[in-house]
């Protein structure tokens, strides 16, 4: 039954629940501290490094946090 639920979840734009939500946020506080910490505000003079250095930060933030809150409360 929770594969059907997957699946059915899956046709269309997912509804990100409570855990999603916080790890979104995560990655946003995340990222604002990288972007601060480099002290440039303006996206377009990233170098490619910090573009890649940014996105990692913010996957790895969200992934952190996603593994946080199931670890506790897993979504099956």
Known sequence: M????IAARLKGMIKP??????????????SGSFI???NKTDLL????AEYLALIEVIVTAFQ???RSAYRDDPPF
């Open 17 to 30: 629940n409570q855990h999603e939500i916080q790890a979104i946020d995560d990655a946003m506080l995340a």
């Open 64 to 66: 952190d946090s996603i």
């Open 36 to 38: 601060d910490a480099l």
């Open 2 to 5: 929770a594969c059907q639920h």
């Open 45 to 48: 003079s990233f170098t490619q």
